[in-house]
């Protein structure tokens, strides 16, 4: 018993260390006063880091992978919450076949999509920009978003809607009242999951950026200059570590409700036992 | 003056008929029970009621009011859900004043409200607790509190009491006559479980298959039960098959098996000579004594069933193996299976079924 837990443990350090000994090489470096990615490390630097400041076109680079990010976040929420309303409220013809369908971007690989996308805008006479790159996006994201959405609809006991109804507020009202605060924690993880898919999403961008690069693609184009990888290390280390503030904070709140729910159905049962 | 009146009315989902044709008038100010067992359509009958569902023929008339095309929010009801459909996400008093919103009352006038419905439901002091630190006859009182401060016409309940432990569930089913005898408004309440039907209506109706069976008063339903499915689903009963030997215009006279000749009262449709039908007579109709009255018949016992405040004799007689089973209350005699005992009867409470 103890010996198999022993290993377990062991297995889960090897395990965490292969997952993100790699990762911590970017900090590593991004303070390693060589151009070069090589052992030993030669000194201990800022200058990638005022580098990275300096940097106008990876700013801009930074700038637009946000916008994206952001644009594609709420556009794909908004069309998953439609669609998992519609999947998991209405009975309707053809459901099946029709939420296969939007769910088909999670299996075509994503270089058929890009490409497809690529010829499409150019025979439509469209124009690559940041929005060709935002709409591919939101059709890689929509299926992840119904997909947490449809497990957070239905979830919630749908006779909460009716009795918003039967109290008397007509659909729009149940919609902002009872169904929306409900879903909220599923609209939230849709958000953030849809940022981050967009975020550091390449082939799409890549084919469909033209001259306005979002930050991987730009990241991908500085590696043929070694001069300007070092930055390019800098970015991703402070991207790191915000990734793990966010996180840490998004845990911290998760717990501290948890916490008041615990403190409070305490002092409940405290106050049902005097 | 029937305050809800509905006509003839049907609705299907795809080949399943949940509603068939249904007609019932219901009185101000009465506590009407739907009773059935599950999958009847009870459900279905009420949200057709609420407007969660529109009738595919018939309709629906409340306070006056034809309800074909009414969404439910502009019904003069409100419904108490099986599931109760607290919101997770607002405190008590919160709840309780969801339908407030549009009622034009200053935050006062709310609060004087929100204290007065949960007084009524002997809620008081709970206003800031989330649904998830109720306990079930609590989150049963708030969905209550949260109807009835709509000052509806009518409240629909479907099995409101269904998820609590017997005990609770008594103590509610007293709590909510008084209740609606005290606000007087039109209660109808559906209930798979019989004795909550008797003890609670005015008026109830029976339902099965989407159809209804009947409609009365407890007592009518109890004592003059017009069909099999009703007879069988209230309560234990015998139900023997006997042949028409003469009739009167006030009486038939009947061979059974066990009974004998019995001459029973005339009311359902009329019988002609010969004609099988079909007689029922509740166990606690008949006594069981350990030796022969002027009027009683030998039986052998077969088994018997202590059920404490009353104990079931199930006997067949010695040339059949048709079984009866008759109740006692507070038998003090215990006999053996095989044992050979005397019922009796008052042929008064035979009753012949319509059908
Ligand atoms: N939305 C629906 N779609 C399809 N069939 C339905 C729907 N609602 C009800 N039914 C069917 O209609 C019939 C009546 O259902 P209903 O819910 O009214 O029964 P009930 O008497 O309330 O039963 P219970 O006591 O179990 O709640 C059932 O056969 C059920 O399967
Ligand atoms: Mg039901």
């Given at each position: 018993?103890?010996?198999?837990?022993?290993?377990?443990?062991?297995?889960?350090?090897?395990?965490?260390?292969?997952?993100?000994?790699?990762?911590?090489?970017?900090?590593?470096?991004?303070?390693?006063?060589?151009?070069?990615?090589?052992?030993?490390?030669?000194?201990?630097?800022?200058?990638?880091?005022?580098?990275?400041?300096?940097?106008?076109?990876?700013?801009?680079?930074?700038?637009?992978?946000?916008?994206?990010?952001?644009?594609?976040?709420?556009?794909?929420?908004?069309?998953g919450i439609?669609g998992a309303k519609a999947i998991t409220?209405?009975?309707?013809?053809?459901?099946?076949?029709?939420l296969?369908?939007?769910m088909?971007?999670?299996?075509?690989?994503?270089?058929?999509?890009?490409?497809?996308?690529?010829?499409?805008?150019?025979?439509?006479?469209?124009?690559?920009?940041?929005?060709?790159?935002?709409?591919?996006?939101?059709?890689?994201?929509?299926p992840?978003s119904i997909a947490v959405l449809i497990s957070r609809f239905e979830g919630?006991?749908?006779?909460?809607?009716?009795?918003?109804?039967?109290?008397?507020?007509?659909?729009?009202?149940?919609?902002?009242?009872?169904?929306?605060?409900?879903v909220?924690?599923g609209?939230?993880?849709?958000?953030?999951?849809?940022?981050?898919?967009?975020?550091?999403?390449?082939?799409?961008?890549?084919?469909?950026?033209?001259?306005?690069?979002?930050?991987?693609?730009?990241?991908?184009?500085?590696?043929?200059?070694?001069?300007?990888?070092?930055?390019?290390?800098?970015?991703?280390?402070?991207?790191?570590?915000?990734?793990?503030?966010?996180?840490?904070?998004?845990?911290?709140?998760?717990?501290?409700?948890?916490?008041?729910?615990?403190?409070?159905?305490?002092?409940?049962?405290?106050?049902?036992?005097? | 003056?029937?305050?809800?009146?509905?006509?003839?009315?049907?609705?299907?989902?795809?080949?399943?008929?949940?509603?068939?044709?249904?007609?019932?008038?219901?009185?101000?100010?009465?506590?009407?029970?739907?009773?059935?067992?599950?999958?009847?359509?009870?459900?279905?009958?009420?949200?057709?009621?609420?407007?969660?569902?529109?009738?595919?023929?018939?309709?629906?008339?409340?306070?006056?009011?034809?309800?074909?095309?009414?969404?439910?929010?502009?019904?003069?009801?409100?419904?108490?859900?099986?599931?109760?459909?607290?919101?997770?996400?607002?405190?008590?008093?919160?709840?309780?004043?969801?339908?407030?919103?549009?009622?034009?009352?200053?935050?006062?006038?709310?609060?004087?409200?929100?204290?007065?419905?949960?007084?009524?439901?002997?809620?008081?002091?709970?206003?800031?607790?989330?649904?998830?630190?109720?306990?079930?006859?609590?989150?049963?009182?708030?969905?209550?509190?949260?109807?009835?401060?709509?000052?509806?016409?009518?409240?629909?309940?479907?099995?409101?009491?269904?998820?609590?432990?017997?005990?609770?569930?008594?103590?509610?089913?007293?709590?909510?006559?008084?209740?609606?005898?005290?606000?007087?408004?039109?209660?109808?309440?559906?209930?798979?479980?019989?004795?909550?039907?008797?003890?609670?209506?005015?008026?109830?109706?029976?339902?099965?298959?989407?159809?209804?069976?009947?409609?009365?008063?407890?007592?009518?339903?109890?004592?003059?039960?017009?069909?099999?499915?009703?007879?069988?689903?209230?309560?234990?009963?015998?139900?023997?098959?006997?042949?028409?030997?003469?009739?009167?215009?006030?009486?038939?006279?009947?061979?059974?098996?066990?009974?004998?000749?019995?001459?029973?009262?005339?009311?359902?449709?009329?019988?002609?000579?010969?004609?099988?039908?079909?007689?029922?007579?509740?166990?606690?109709?008949?006594?069981?004594?350990?030796?022969?009255?002027?009027?009683?018949?030998?039986?052998?016992?077969?088994?018997?069933?202590?059920?404490?405040?009353?104990?079931?004799?199930?006997?067949?007689?010695?040339?059949?193996?048709?079984?009866?089973?008759?109740?006692?209350?507070?038998?003090?005699?215990?006999?053996?299976?095989?044992?050979?005992?005397?019922?009796?009867?008052?042929?008064?409470?035979?009753?012949?079924?319509?059908?």
């Amino acid at each position: 018993m103890k010996n198999t837990s022993r290993s377990l443990l062991v297995y889960a350090f090897i395990y965490l260390g292969f997952l993100y000994i790699p990762v911590l090489f970017l900090p590593l470096f991004s303070f390693n006063n060589s151009m070069y990615f090589s052992f030993p490390l030669s000194g201990f630097t800022f200058e990638w880091y005022r580098e990275m400041f300096r940097n106008e076109a990876m700013h801009q680079s930074l700038f637009n992978s946000i916008r994206v990010g952001g644009f594609v976040a709420l556009f794909s929420t908004i069309l998953g919450i439609f669609g998992a309303k519609a999947i998991t409220r209405y009975r309707m013809r053809g459901k099946k076949p029709v939420l296969a369908i939007i769910m088909l971007p999670l299996v075509i690989p994503e270089i058929i999509v890009a490409v497809a996308l690529l010829i499409f805008i150019l025979q439509a006479g469209g124009s690559l920009s940041l929005l060709s790159v935002a709409l591919g996006h939101v059709l890689l994201c929509v299926p992840f978003s119904i997909a947490v959405l449809i497990s957070r609809f239905e979830g919630f006991d749908q006779s909460m809607e009716e009795a918003s109804a039967d109290l008397g507020e007509n659909s729009w009202w149940t919609f902002w009242r009872v169904t929306f605060p409900v879903v909220l924690p599923g609209i939230v993880a849709s958000l953030l999951l849809c940022f981050t898919i967009s975020f550091d999403e390449f082939i799409v961008a890549y084919f469909l950026s033209g001259t306005e690069p979002t930050l991987p693609v730009y990241m991908w184009n500085q590696l043929r200059f070694p001069k300007l990888l070092p930055g390019v290390l800098a970015l991703g280390a402070c991207i790191l570590l915000a990734s793990f503030i966010v996180i840490a904070f998004a845990e911290w709140i998760r717990q501290r409700n948890n916490n008041m729910a615990l403190r409070q159905s305490l002092a409940s049962m405290t106050s049902k036992i005097r | 003056m029937d305050h809800i009146k509905i006509l003839s009315v049907s609705k299907c989902f795809g080949e399943v008929i949940a509603v068939n044709d249904v007609s019932i008038n219901i009185k101000k100010g009465e506590f009407f029970s739907l009773l059935g067992p599950s999958g009847c359509g009870k459900t279905t009958l009420l949200r057709l009621l609420a407007g969660f569902e529109m009738p595919d023929k018939g309709e629906i008339i409340i306070d006056g009011i034809e309800m074909n095309g009414v969404p439910p929010h502009q019904r003069p009801t409100n419904m108490v859900f099986q599931s109760y459909a607290i919101f997770p996400h607002l405190d008590v008093t919160a709840n309780v004043a969801y339908g407030l919103r549009k009622s034009g009352l200053s935050k006062a006038q709310i609060t004087q409200r929100v204290t007065e419905a949960l007084e009524l439901v002997k809620l008081s002091g709970y206003e800031a607790r989330k649904s998830n630190e109720l306990s079930g006859g609590q989150r049963q009182r708030v969905a209550l509190a949260r109807a009835l401060i709509m000052r509806p016409k009518v409240l629909l309940l479907d099995e409101p009491l269904g998820a609590l432990d017997k005990k609770l569930r008594e103590e509610m089913q007293i709590e909510l006559r008084t209740l609606q005898e005290q606000i007087g408004i039109t209660f109808v309440f559906v209930t798979h479980d019989q004795e909550e039907a008797l003890t609670m209506s005015d008026r109830m109706a029976v339902m099965g298959d989407g159809i209804i069976q009947q409609v009365g008063t407890p007592r009518e339903i109890y004592e003059q039960p017009v069909s099999r499915t009703v007879a069988t689903f209230i309560g234990n009963i015998n139900l023997l098959e006997g042949i028409v030997l003469s009739r009167s215009s006030a009486a038939l006279s009947v061979e059974l098996p066990i009974f004998g000749k019995v001459e029973i009262r005339n009311s359902g449709p009329g019988r002609a000579v010969g004609e099988t039908v079909s007689c029922v007579i509740r166990p606690e109709n008949l006594s069981i004594g350990a030796s022969p009255t002027d009027s009683s018949i030998g039986v052998i016992l077969q088994r018997s069933a202590y059920f404490g405040k009353s104990t079931y004799f199930i006997v067949r007689a010695e040339d059949s193996s048709i079984e009866i089973t008759v109740s006692m209350q507070n038998s003090r005699v215990a006999p053996q299976a095989g044992s050979h005992l005397w019922i009796s009867w008052d042929s008064s409470d035979l009753v012949i079924l319509d059908e």
